[in-house]
């Protein structure tokens, strides 16, 4: 009888803490011209601790770990402006204590040079892994790595590798306006489905297409693959681990 692998959970640890630290956080009016904000710290991480165990209870694993995104990043080497959108924007107060708390007491993983969403892309699909790995975080650019996810902490989807290569190749054309990246300007999810069809093709096929959808619009295939592999969240054969060097995407023929 073939032996079970054992579940384990990658939690974006980015997103868990980011929320509650906002939530956290209550405007104090003192009179009528001071306002101020304040966030327990205790009670702050008493709900990153209880996330864990709910999502421990509603998925009904135990193991788990827990990604965080690296200060350097190497998408900014490919887009300078990756992210550039960001700069300025005020984050809740207490998140960097949450962050180091997740690195305390929760063993958080942190490679250099990457984002949470890669760290989880990585281990989910790395061959020594030996469990039955479920990716959890709200984040859709989940639906690009061949594995379990599971969205809305509650349920769990199969992701394959053609499903995982269509939404990749969606997110080449429609881009993120959040991560700072445009995508095949004007080109929304219809519009981005439209283009690729509902049919599952190989990657290289896909790839076509995008191309020639670029090409429609005055982009060269090298603009293109600019926003391709900003937009490529890594599985684990885009990473050299022995070297800490990411192998930058590209379309193998």
Excluded at 12 to 35: C, F, H, T
Excluded at 158 to 174: G, K, R, S, Y
Aim: hydrophobic share 40%; proline share 4%; aromatic share 6%.
């Amino acid at each position: 009888m073939k032996k079970m692998k054992q579940k384990e959970m990658l939690i974006d640890g980015d997103i868990l803490i980011y929320k509650i630290a906002l939530q956290s956080e209550r405007p104090v009016k003192w009179d009528d011209n001071m306002w101020t904000l304040h966030a327990f710290e205790d009670e702050a991480v008493a709900n990153v601790d209880d996330g864990i165990k709910r999502i421990q209870r509603k998925l009904g694993v135990k193991p788990y770990r827990v990604a965080l995104t690296s200060s350097k990043n190497f998408r900014k080497d490919v887009l300078p402006s990756y992210k550039s959108n960001r700069v300025g924007v005020r984050k809740p107060m207490i998140l960097p204590a949450l962050r180091q708390h997740m690195l305390d007491n929760h063993d958080a993983i942190i490679i250099e040079g990457l984002e949470a969403d890669d760290v989880l892309g990585i281990l989910a699909t790395e061959k020594s892994n030996k469990k039955d790995s479920i990716i959890v975080s709200v984040d859709k650019d989940f639906k690009q790595i061949p594995t379990k996810i599971c969205l809305d902490g509650e349920t769990v989807q199969i992701v394959t590798e053609d499903m995982a290569n269509h939404w990749f190749m969606i997110q080449v054309l429609m881009g993120d306006a959040t991560d700072g990246y445009t995508g095949l300007p004007g080109c929304g999810i219809k519009t981005a489905e439209k283009i690729l069809g509902p049919e599952m093709r190989p990657l290289d096929e896909l790839w076509d297409i995008v191309v020639e959808a670029y090409a429609k619009k005055g982009y060269t295939e090298k603009e293109a693959l600019q926003q391709a592999r900003v937009a490529k969240i890594l599985r684990a054969e885009d990473y050299n681990e022995d070297k800490g060097e990411v192998k930058l995407w590209q379309i193998k023929r």
